[in-house]
Every structure is written in C-alpha cells, then in structure tokens.
C-alpha cells in the first residue's frame, strides 16, 4: 500500500516537473479570437529607442520578437512551446526603424488578437502572452524585470530604461541584485561581479542579476 502511495506521488511529481501547468491555461484553442486590439496614440521606448506597440485593455503590448533588436535573446522551444526572453549585455541595439504612426482614433478597434498555445517566459517569469497578427505577443509592463518604467504624460509615451548591468549588495545579505531589485531597500552599493564572486555573494534568484 505505502508502495502503491509513493509510486503515485513520484508520478505526480515527475509530472509536475516535466508539464509545469500554464498558470494562463484556458479552455481556449489555438486561434480562438480573445478580444480587440484598439488604435492608440501611445508609443513605447525601450533605452529611449521606439518599439512597435499594440493596446489591448488599455494596456501596451509589444511583439515578443521585437525584443532582439533591443539587448534581449529570445528563443523558442518548440518541444515546450516556450519562448524565453533574457537580457543580453553584449547583444548591439538594432532599434526598428519606420515605425508606422496611428493614424485612426484612439480607443477605436484595429483588430482582434487570438489565443496562443505558447507560453512567454520572461528571465524564468512566466507572463501572460497572446498572437497578435501572427506574432507572440505580451504586456509591455511585464518587462518591469529588466529596468525601470516611466510615464511621460507629455509624449504620451511609456518608457522602459533598461538596467545597465551593474549588481549592487547590501550591507547584511549574502546575494547581488540589480539595485532596483524588489528586495533592495534603500541601503545598497555598487559591486564588482569579480568582486562580488570573490566575497562569496551568489545571484539573487528574483532580479536574477
Ligand atoms: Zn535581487
């Protein structure tokens, strides 16, 4: 009987790990039309370079792919149905250029966007994702991992500046952290990462530095 027990949860965990549950997961199918997609007049900026967006509940919405033209790998596993987006420090900037303006009114319906069965992953984050014409796409704002956001009212404009790479500790933890890290307060200073390794500090596993 105790047998039978542990084989079940050895299955189940297997399971676990080998199909982790899409937190998104859905009654949908692939295709399946999950909204509209609005004209709007926001524009984003990634490092003060323009990236193409979409708005869909009044939320900013980029193209997945996009992001390699911004210091960013993204890759796709076809087996998992997970494409994965890092930052790449030594990846150059190839910002897209000609940028279509809208011209039609705001708030208004462009299209619709579809449901997708591939997961986005963000620096080992899962976030919600959905095809737009085509192409994997995701919330702007859930790319706050990987620097600092900011609303400029005046343009119009979200702007994301990206950390530059630089790791900070603090005075009592044993980890290194971007310093805007949620778990950095406001006591921090800027380390070297030969320095950091030398001192026995490790990679925080949230900001994952
Ligand atoms: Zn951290």
Redesign the pocket.
């Given at each position: 009987m105790k047998k039978k027990i542990c084989l079940a949860l050895v299955m189940l965990i297997s399971f676990t790990v080998l199909f982790p549950a899409n937190i998104f997961a859905s009654d949908f199918s692939v295709g399946d039309i999950l909204g509209d997609v609005l004209n709007t007049n926001v524009r984003t900026y990634i490092n003060g370079e323009r990236i193409p967006n979409y708005n869909i509940n009044n939320r900013s919405v980029i193209i997945l792919a996009d992001l390699r033209n911004y210091g960013f790998d993204v890759v796709f596993n076809d087996e998992t149905r997970v494409s994965s987006v890092t930052r790449n420090y030594g990846r150059e900037f190839t910002p897209i250029e000609d940028i279509a303006d809208n011209t039609e009114r705001a708030g208004t319906v462009a299209f619709q966007y579809v449901y997708t069965d591939i997961i986005a992953v963000l620096n080992g984050r899962e976030v919600e994702s959905f095809n737009v014409r085509g192409r994997l796409a995701i919330f702007f704002g859930d790319l706050r991992d990987f620097g600092d956001f900011e609303w400029d009212g005046e343009a119009n404009a979200s702007r994301l500046t990206l950390n530059d790479g630089r790791i900070v500790i603090t005075p009592t933890g044993r980890?290194y952290?971007?310093y805007n890290?949620r778990?950095?307060g406001e006591n921090w200073q800027y380390i070297t990462r030969e320095e950091a390794r030398e001192a026995g500090y490790t990679a925080?596993a949230?900001?994952r530095?």
């Amino acid at each position: 009987m105790k047998k039978k027990i542990c084989l079940a949860l050895v299955m189940l965990i297997s399971f676990t790990v080998l199909f982790p549950a899409n937190i998104f997961a859905s009654d949908f199918s692939v295709g399946d039309i999950l909204g509209d997609v609005l004209n709007t007049n926001v524009r984003t900026y990634i490092n003060g370079e323009r990236i193409p967006n979409y708005n869909i509940n009044n939320r900013s919405v980029i193209i997945l792919a996009d992001l390699r033209n911004y210091g960013f790998d993204v890759v796709f596993n076809d087996e998992t149905r997970v494409s994965s987006v890092t930052r790449n420090y030594g990846r150059e900037f190839t910002p897209i250029e000609d940028i279509a303006d809208n011209t039609e009114r705001a708030g208004t319906v462009a299209f619709q966007y579809v449901y997708t069965d591939i997961i986005a992953v963000l620096n080992g984050r899962e976030v919600e994702s959905f095809n737009v014409r085509g192409r994997l796409a995701i919330f702007f704002g859930d790319l706050r991992d990987f620097g600092d956001f900011e609303w400029d009212g005046e343009a119009n404009a979200s702007r994301l500046t990206l950390n530059d790479g630089r790791i900070v500790i603090t005075p009592t933890g044993r980890r290194y952290h971007f310093y805007n890290c949620r778990t950095v307060g406001e006591n921090w200073q800027y380390i070297t990462r030969e320095e950091a390794r030398e001192a026995g500090y490790t990679a925080c596993a949230i900001c994952r530095p």
